[in-house]
């Protein structure tokens, strides 16, 4: 099955503002694909073949006579030295959309592309299929709980029952697993792990104890949606806590974890500074933390978690897919207990969501709201709780229950 990604127009529009567009995310999550359709003009080289890779790291000066562009260059990564020789071509030709890039390795680009191609490059994060992508949605607008937004949503609908949401909480979102029904999800995820520590961790990060790392990974997985404690994490491990940071510095710039910061300010002192964790596939943190059934999961103690997870990821894809790097997503949480679990900043105005896995929205989910109109100088707009209530409907003011679906 072939999936439509969301991403391709904001890939399209970033090639006519710069002469380099970059694609990054985690591995299998449709890269290669993408870049393919939307450059389809463009000679495709892949650093995956030896010999290309060898051509690419030991003649860069040469490696564009060889393949001049426009041309994809996967696996980018692997070859740092010809982001130099990118930034050449670029100078003297002054064209846009001539080289297309991608790498599942941000971790180890991006200090080559800054110093590189800073101002010549265009970057857009890849996830994961979206709720959306995946029931041929074409709806692409970024989730915001406004009335404009859902009367733009509701007239693109899709037949999803929440048995179809939790099936895809536990299966996840990698587009060969969703598009290859008889695959078996723990085959498939436990090939992934090995292939991520091998060629990503290994290579790149001198890991010194895959073991180890591997069960970090599992930990991290554990604590989806929680705030982070890195001391707490590392003794979990048996790791230092340097050593706990610098991993999940490594989880965090590949594209499998999402930190999501605390909302404050210069007037909301009592306001936490930690970030929660999230894992971005739930079908990876389903996988690491063995709830192997997806009735198990959705009846088991992470069920919440893994539902809170599961909507954060999809509205993150919804503002990725839009070639937005710099999401506006926040949580609110003080020293006085007060905690609201996102904020959505656009325009001065801060949008208050909560997520709850029941079906009986209530008011009570929204009252808690009312802590954003004690800061001064901020805007409080539409809020809602997201849930798998399968109606839109008003709870208090303008704050709304919104259907899973309706991101």
């Given at each position: 099955?072939?999936?439509?990604?969301?991403?391709?127009?904001?890939?399209?529009?970033l090639?006519k503002?710069?002469?380099a567009?970059?694609?990054?995310?985690?591995r299998?999550?449709?890269?290669?694909?993408?870049?393919?359709?939307?450059a389809?003009?463009?000679?495709?080289?892949?650093?995956?073949?030896k010999?290309?890779?060898?051509?690419?790291?030991?003649q860069?000066?040469?490696?564009?006579?060889?393949n001049?562009?426009?041309?994809?260059?996967?696996e980018?990564?692997?070859?740092?030295?010809?982001?130099?020789?990118?930034?050449?071509?670029?100078?003297?030709?002054?064209?846009?959309?001539?080289?297309?890039?991608?790498?599942?390795?941000?971790?180890?680009m991006?200090?080559?592309?800054?110093?590189?191609?800073?101002?010549?490059?265009?970057?857009?994060?890849?996830f994961?299929?979206?709720?959306?992508?995946?029931?041929?949605?074409?709806f692409?607008?970024?989730?915001?709980?406004?009335?404009?937004?859902?009367?733009?949503?509701?007239?693109?609908?899709?037949?999803?029952?929440?048995?179809?949401?939790?099936?895809?909480?536990?299966?996840?979102?990698?587009?060969?697993?969703?598009?290859?029904?008889?695959?078996?999800?723990r085959?498939?995820?436990?090939?992934?792990?090995?292939?991520?520590?091998?060629?990503?961790?290994?290579?790149?990060?001198?890991?010194?104890?895959?073991?180890?790392?591997?069960?970090?990974?599992?930990?991290?997985?554990?604590?989806?949606?929680?705030?982070?404690?890195?001391?707490?994490?590392?003794?979990?491990?048996?790791?230092?806590?340097?050593t706990?940071?610098?991993?999940?510095?490594?989880?965090?710039?590949?594209?499998?974890?999402?930190?999501?910061?605390?909302?404050?300010?210069?007037?909301?002192?009592?306001?936490?500074?930690?970030?929660?964790l999230?894992?971005?596939?739930?079908?990876?943190?389903?996988?690491?933390?063995?709830?192997?059934?997806?009735?198990?999961?959705?009846?088991?103690a992470?069920?919440g978690?893994?539902?809170?997870?599961?909507?954060?990821?999809?509205?993150?894809?919804?503002?990725?897919?839009?070639?937005?790097?710099?999401?506006?997503?926040?949580?609110?949480?003080?020293?006085?207990?007060?905690?609201?679990?996102?904020?959505?900043?656009?325009?001065?105005?801060?949008?208050?969501?909560e997520?709850?896995?029941?079906?009986?929205?209530?008011?009570?989910?929204?009252?808690?709201?009312?802590?954003?109109?004690?800061?001064?100088?901020?805007r409080?707009?539409?809020?809602?709780?997201?849930?798998?209530?399968?109606?839109?409907v008003?709870?208090?003011?303008?704050?709304?229950?919104?259907?899973?679906?309706?991101?």
């Amino acid at each position: 099955m072939h999936y439509k990604r969301h991403a391709d127009e904001a890939i399209v529009k970033l090639s006519k503002m710069f002469g380099a567009v970059l694609v990054t995310g985690a591995r299998q999550v449709g890269k290669t694909t993408l870049l393919k359709e939307v450059a389809n003009t463009a000679k495709y080289v892949s650093l995956d073949d030896k010999i290309q890779l060898t051509s690419a790291v030991t003649q860069s000066n040469t490696f564009f006579k060889d393949n001049p562009p426009p041309v994809f260059v996967d696996e980018v990564q692997y070859a740092p030295s010809l982001f130099p020789q990118i930034k050449i071509i670029l100078d003297s030709e002054k064209k846009k959309g001539q080289f297309f890039l991608s790498g599942s390795q941000q971790f180890s680009m991006m200090k080559n592309v800054s110093e590189s191609l800073a101002g010549r490059l265009g970057i857009l994060n890849l996830f994961g299929l979206s709720l959306r992508e995946i029931y041929g949605v074409d709806f692409r607008e970024p989730f915001l709980p406004t009335d404009g937004y859902f009367e733009n949503r509701v007239t693109h609908h899709a037949d999803i029952t929440y048995t179809d949401i939790w099936d895809m909480i536990h299966r996840g979102s990698f587009p060969e697993l969703c598009a290859n029904h008889d695959f078996d999800r723990r085959t498939f995820y436990a090939a992934y792990v090995a292939t991520y520590i091998e060629r990503d961790v290994r290579d790149l990060t001198q890991v010194g104890d895959e073991l180890k790392f591997m069960q970090f990974m599992t930990v991290a997985a554990s604590l989806t949606g929680q705030l982070l404690n890195l001391a707490s994490l590392a003794r979990d491990v048996g790791i230092s806590q340097p050593t706990a940071q610098r991993w999940l510095s490594i989880l965090v710039t590949s594209n499998l974890v999402y930190l999501l910061p605390p909302y404050h300010n210069n007037i909301t002192k009592r306001t936490v500074k930690t970030p929660k964790l999230y894992f971005l596939d739930t079908g990876l943190a389903a996988y690491l933390t063995r709830w192997n059934t997806v009735d198990v999961l959705r009846s088991g103690a992470m069920a919440g978690a893994f539902f809170e997870t599961f909507a954060v990821s999809e509205i993150i894809k919804s503002y990725a897919n839009n070639g937005i790097l710099d999401v506006p997503l926040y949580f609110y949480r003080d020293r006085d207990g007060n905690e609201i679990d996102l904020l959505i900043e656009e325009s001065g105005t801060l949008y208050p969501v909560e997520i709850k896995k029941h079906a009986d929205p209530h008011k009570s989910d929204v009252d808690k709201f009312s802590v954003l109109d004690k800061i001064p100088n901020v805007r409080r707009g539409q809020g809602g709780v997201i849930c798998l209530y399968d109606n839109l409907v008003t709870l208090a003011g303008s704050d709304k229950s919104i259907p899973i679906t309706m991101l």
